[in-house]
C-alpha cells in the first residue's frame, strides 16, 4: 500500500466498509495516563484489574457488562419513569417488551443476571441435583451450587480448544447429555442451563439445529431448559451469518425461534439490552412463575420492580427492542471482529472464531513459558494495563475457581484474557490503540514472568483476589 493512496477500512480488508448505525450526541472525555501512574496503580490493585479506579484507567474493556452507551430514545424514555412501588407503569411497559421479544408470557423482573439466576436456582434445584450446561459461567455455576446442585459441562470439545473452528462452538453435545441422564435419571437433572453466546468459551453462539435437537431429547425424557439470553442477540446474528436457512430471517425473528425450544429465560439485561443495570427471568409455567414471583419479594423487591427503579425498566424496555436489530447487530459483531483481526494479522493467539462480544487472548499460547499456576492469563491482563492504560480481564485459573471437593485450583482447558467491547461507546481508532497495545506486549511476552496470589477470596474470588509480581520464572 502506498503513503499517496491511502486505503479505507475496507479496502485495507478487501470488502465493503461499515460505520455506526448512530451518531454520537454527547461525549465523556477520558485521558491518558503515563506507565509510573499506571505501574503505582497496578500494584495498589493488587495486579488485579478489577481493583483499580476508572480514573486510573485509558480505554476500559473490562467488561461489556453495564458499560453500555444509552440511545437518545432511552434516555428520554427515563423520563417516564413511574417509580411508584407497586403497580408501576413502566413494569408493564418492560414487561410487554420482554414478552414481545423473547416470546415468555411470565415475567419478574430482576437488579441484574445474578438475582434472576438465584431465584431460579433456588426455585428449581434440589440438594444434590446435576444441572448439565454449554460450559460454565462464574456467577449461575455458583448460584447452581449454593442451592444444592452440580454443574456438568455438556459443551462439544471444540469449545476448549481456542483453535478449532467450529462455527457453533456454543453447542451442547448431545451425547455427553444423554450419557448424564442414563447416569443420573431425568429426576437427577435439574434441567439443562443453556447460553447464549458462551462467554467462558469466547462469546461462541449454539445452532438452531442443536437447539432443536436438544428439546427433542429433552421433551423424551421431560427434562426442563432454562436459557440465560444475556447476548442472546449476538447468537442470533451470528447465527443469521452461519447457518444454512437463516440468512433471510432477521435478529429478531431468530431469537424468538431460539427461545422458542426453551421453557424460560433469564437475562442480565446489562449487555444486550444495552442498558446499565437490570435484569429478569420469563418462563412459560404459571406454577414456576408464582414461585419465582414470590421469591422475588424476598431478595430483590416487589414483583413489578426487582430492585430496578421504573426509569431502568423504561430503559430496559427501549435497549430490548434495539438491541434486535439487524443494524445494531451488525456493527456491534464487526467491530469486535476489526480487533480480532488485526491482532490475527500479527500473529497474536487469540480465540477461534472471533466471538460476540469480546476478543478473548489465549494467555496459554502468549505465554508458554508461565505456569498456569502462575496465572498467565491475570498477568497479561495486568501487563496490558501496565503498557497502555486498557483494561481487560481474567477468564482462567482465577476465575475457574477451586473444586468444592478437592479445594484444588480447577486448572481450565481454556486460560483467556478478555478485552470486552462495551456497545457503542469505543470507535474503530479506539479498537486500533487497543490493538497496538497488545502487539507490544506480545513482543516482549519472553521477559514477562508470573504472579502469586496473596489474597483469596472464598466466593467469585477473581473480583477480589490480590497478586503480586513473581521474581522468577
Ligand atoms: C453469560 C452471563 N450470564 C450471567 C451473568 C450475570 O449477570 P450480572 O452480572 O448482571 O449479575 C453474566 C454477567 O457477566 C454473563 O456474562
Redesign the pocket.
Known amino acids: 500500500m502506498s503513503r499517496e493512496h491511502p486505503e479505507t477500512m475496507g479496502q485495507q480488508f478487501g470488502r465493503r466498509s461499515w460505520a455506526e448505525p448512530w451518531k454520537i450526541k454527547m461525549v465523556e472525555p477520558i485521558t491518558t495516563t503515563d506507565r509510573q501512574t499506571r505501574e503505582r496503580a497496578l500494584s495498589e490493585a493488587g495486579f488485579n484489574t478489577f481493583l483499580l479506579r476508572s480514573e486510573d484507567v485509558y480505554i476500559d474493556l473490562l467488561?461489556d457488562?453495564?458499560t453500555n452507551a444509552m440511545s437518545d430514545r432511552q434516555w428520554s424514555a427515563m423520563l417516564l419513569g413511574d417509580e411508584a412501588y407497586a403497580g408501576s407503569s413502566s413494569f408493564y411497559r418492560f414487561e410487554s417488551a420482554i414478552r414481545e421479544t423473547y416470546g415468555y408470557p411470565r415475567v419478574v423482573p430482576t437488579h441484574?443476571?445474578?438475582?434472576?439466576?438465584h431465584l431460579l436456582s433456588q426455585t428449581v434445584i434440589k440438594e444434590g441435583q446435576i444441572v448439565p450446561g454449554n460450559m460454565y459461567?462464574?456467577?449461575?455455576r455458583l448460584h447452581q451450587e449454593l442451592a444444592g446442585g452440580v454443574f456438568a459441562d455438556v459443551i462439544i470439545d471444540e469449545a476448549h480448544d481456542p483453535s478449532s473452528q467450529h462455527p457453533f462452538k456454543g453447542n451442547i453435545d448431545l451425547d455427553k447429555l444423554e450419557a448424564l441422564i442414563e447416569r443420573h435419571g431425568a429426576e437427577g437433572i435439574a434441567y439443562v442451563s443453556l447460553?447464549g453466546?458462551?462467554?467462558m468459551a469466547g462469546g461462541q453462539p449454539y445452532s438452531v439445529a442443536n437447539a432443536k435437537a436438544l428439546r427433542e431429547l429433552c421433551d423424551r425424557h421431560g427434562i426442563q431448559i432454562y436459557l440465560?439470553a444475556?447476548?442472546l442477540a449476538e447468537n442470533a446474528y451470528l447465527i443469521q451469518e452461519r447457518e444454512p436457512g437463516y440468512a433471510d430471517k432477521s435478529v429478531a425473528e431468530i431469537v424468538r425461534e431460539l427461545c422458542s425450544y426453551t421453557d424460560g429465560a433469564?437475562m442480565?439485561?446489562?449487555?444486550d439490552a444495552l442498558v446499565n443495570i437490570g435484569?429478569w427471568i420469563a418462563v412459560n409455567d404459571e406454577d414456576l412463575f408464582d414461585s419465582l414471583r414470590n421469591l422475588v419479594v424476598v431478595y430483590e423487591g416487589l414483583h413489578t420492580y426487582g430492585g430496578m427503579a421504573g426509569r431502568d425498566m423504561e430503559a430496559v424496555a427501549v435497549g430490548t427492542r434495539e438491541a434486535v436489530s439487524d443494524d445494531h447487530q451488525h456493527q456491534r459483531v464487526m467491530q469486535v471482529r476489526y480487533l480480532g483481526t488485526l491482532l490475527q494479522r500479527w500473529g497474536v493467539p487469540i480465540v477461534e472464531p472471533i466471538g460476540g462480544h469480546a476478543i478473548f487472548l489465549d494467555a496459554t499460547r502468549f505465554y508458554p513459558h508461565i505456569p498456569q499456576d502462575h496465572f498467565p492469563a491475570q498477568t497479561l491482563a495486568a501487563e496490558l494495563y501496565a503498557e497502555s492504560g486498557v483494561r481487560g480481564m481474567e477468564r482462567g485459573n482465577v476465575s475457574a475457581g477451586r473444586d468444592p471437593e478437592t479445594g484444588e485450583h480447577r486448572y481450565p482447558a481454556l486460560e483467556l484474557t478478555r478485552l470486552a467491547i462495551p456497545r457503542r461507546v469505543y470507535t474503530q481508532a479506539h479498537m486500533d490503540v487497543v490493538a497496538e497495545a497488545v502487539k507490544a506486549v506480545h513482543d516482549r511476552r519472553t521477559a514477562t514472568r508470573g504472579l502469586r496470589m496473596v489474597y483469596e477470596p472464598h466466593y467469585l474470588r477473581f473480583f477480589q483476589a490480590r497478586f503480586e509480581r513473581r521474581e522468577e520464572a
Do not use: I
Open positions: 467488561t457488562s453495564g441484574q443476571g445474578r438475582g434472576a439466576e459461567f462464574t456467577t449461575t447460553a453466546t458462551v462467554n440465560d444475556t447476548r433469564w442480565s439485561a446489562k449487555k435484569g
